[in-house]
């Protein structure tokens, strides 16, 4: 068994990462960070956690507890602030070790240096034990996009984004209240979100981004529209062939939210616009599963050496 430290647990994405854990089969829980419910039993988090898991403590003292893995579920600001110990894996959920070059990250987040590798599995295999884990918005993208990057006309990309509440994060905004939220869809940070340098740094130039935020709880639809140079389907189901997380949909079947709802796995759609000629690729996947929590596990799984779907919940996503 590998020893697993989770801080920041009592966010969404902590919550999350906790509940993969605990599923685990090789990985156990030694520490449970949070400044808020420090002292208090693991109950305090979900009455359904019974007493075999340590008590919450401080954040400070969860990273110090010598675990061999350590998911930092914290806000930029609190997670750019931790040093990592020199023995451990540890995988970043926040945003600010996802952009290499300083002086962009500095527009958007902390410009933190370091040797930080951006973990996103099926596309680019992170180096060394600090692993970036990439923003919800960005891997629908990217997995989307990045297969066909050399095929791309850089100025006909869009992308057109749309996610749940969840992905504000349980901090509360006048934004994500019930009476924003329902019977509404609004487009937000439009053309200033942080996850648009992130889907640039991985395709080599940047593209329109344009993110909404949906009335549900939770999941993420991207549809990209592009002139593709080249047959888009052929290169996505040769890129997620031995794939056993994202899956391209047969020929005129569209993803959708509910199917990946809960789920770590993500579908990808590619379909024809006969009017312009243009290839529209929709991607949708849990904003809470691949676009944070389950890829994080994922991560960490590759950095081990364990099974990469250790922990994952994939039993929604059809084979």
């Known amino acids: 068994m590998h020893s697993a430290a989770i801080l920041g647990v009592s966010g969404y994405s902590g919550q999350e990462v906790l509940d993969r854990v605990l599923r685990h089969p090789e990985l156990t829980v030694v520490a449970l960070g949070s400044d808020s419910l420090a002292g208090q039993g693991a109950s305090a988090l979900d009455v359904r956690l019974n007493g075999s898991l340590p008590s919450f403590v401080p954040n400070d003292e969860a990273l110090a507890a010598g675990a061999e893995v350590i998911f930092l579920c914290l806000g930029n600001e609190r997670a750019a602030a931790v040093e990592p110990p020199d023995d451990a894996v540890v995988v970043d959920l926040s945003g600010v070790h996802r952009l290499a070059d300083p002086a962009v990250a500095a527009q958007y987040y902390s410009a933190v240096p370091g040797a930080w590798s951006y973990g996103l599995p099926e ?58 939220v329902l019977e509404n869809l609004a487009p937000y940070r439009v053309g200033s979100h942080q996850h648009a340098p992130e889907i640039a740094q991985a395709l080599g130039f940047p593209v329109c981004f344009v993110p909404h935020l949906l009335p549900v709880r939770r999941g993420l639809l991207a549809t ?35 199917r990946v709802q809960h789920t770590d796995g993500a579908e990808i759609g590619v379909f024809a616009d006969e009017a312009t000629g243009r290839t529209i690729v929709v991607c949708a996947l849990d904003n809470l599963g691949k676009g944070a929590a389950g890829q994080a596990v994922q991560n960490a799984n590759l950095a081990l050496g364990l099974d990469e779907t250790a922990g994952l919940r994939l039993s929604g996503v059809l084979v």
């Open 224 to 258: 990209c529209y592009a002139t593709v140079d080249g047959d888009a389907r052929g290169l996505l189901e040769a890129a997620y062939v031995t794939s056993d997380v994202v899956r391209v949909l047969p020929e005129g079947v569209a993803p959708e939210l509910a």
């Open 123 to 180: 596309l680019f295999s992170s180096e060394g034990p600090l692993i970036a884990n990439p923003g919800c918005y960005a891997t629908a993208a990217l997995l989307a996009l990045a297969p066909l990057a050399g095929a791309l006309d850089p100025a006909s990309v869009v992308v057109d984004a749309k996610s749940g509440v969840s992905g504000a994060g349980r901090e509360l905004k006048e934004s994500s209240h019930a009476g924003s």
